[in-house]
């Protein structure tokens, strides 16, 4: 299967195009531990659309950019001499009672 072309990718974000002419850009959350559930699509626009169209993309040639998009991230990032993304702990913020 075919899903398009790798348009630009840098250490932590890669834009597909899609053969339908759709451009879905993909954010690697550095965040996080890594794997593949860490890339979150950000962008998907087509040519010529307007602000807030709906882009419908299968659901197999969107999984294949997915990735395709992780691999050149990682593989970026390894020419780079990167370390793979750190595994950071976030706390979440803890309400305080309220007394008087």
């Not at 970026?76 to 309400?95: G, S, Y």
Request: with cysteine; proline share 6%.
């Amino acid at each position: 299967m075919t899903f398009g072309s790798l348009r630009r990718c840098d250490r932590a974000e890669a834009e597909v195009v899609l053969a339908s002419g759709v451009y879905i850009t993909f954010r690697l959350e550095t965040w996080k531990a890594p794997g593949q559930q860490n890339l979150v699509e950000v962008l998907r626009t087509r040519k010529g659309a307007a602000r807030g169209d709906s882009i419908l993309v299968d659901a197999r040639e969107l999984q294949a950019a997915r990735h395709e998009a992780f691999r050149a991230i990682m593989a970026h990032r390894a020419t780079m001499l990167l370390p793979p993304p750190p595994v950071e702990l976030r706390f979440r913020p803890r309400q305080l009672s309220f007394s008087f």
